[in-house]
């Protein structure tokens, strides 16, 4: 099983999001890759790809690969979707990129669209898959 020991996202000075994973073995990155189109100001092209020490073992059951949504694929306004599968998932349609403010009802969340052809070229061009 992999399993990072501590994963900090700061999401906002309000919303710090901080798990903690602490069985082994842990897996470190090496290097991260963000996209040259990112846009600070319209947070356009927000992904990037996280380069890992070494090679995960998938088992399929605790640990394996999610298939990223088809380029090109309509995801209609108003479509539900699952931000955290927990296990539960099985297409990867978009990426968290930042939110007003952390968890408020009506409030939105703003995602990266993994449908669209420039980000699926991007992440292609960079890992082969």
Request: glycine share 8%; net charge negative; with cysteine.
């Amino acid at each position: 099983m992999v399993k990072l020991l501590v994963v900090t996202l700061p999401i906002s000075d309000t919303c710090p999001m901080k798990y903690s994973f602490l069985e082994k073995p842990f897996v470190t990155a090496n290097s991260t890759i963000p996209n040259p189109n990112y846009n600070e100001t319209t947070h356009d092209f927000n992904v990037a790809i996280i380069q890992l020490d070494e090679k995960l073992s998938l088992d399929g059951k605790t640990t394996k690969a999610i298939t990223l949504v088809d380029s090109g694929t309509d995801i209609s306004d108003g479509t539900e979707i699952t931000i955290s599968g927990w296990g539960a998932t099985s297409i990867q349609v978009g990426i968290a990129s930042h939110t007003m403010s952390c968890g408020r009802q009506g409030e939105p969340g703003v995602y990266v669209d993994l449908s669209k052809e420039a980000v699926r070229k991007w992440i292609t061009d960079v890992t082969g898959i």
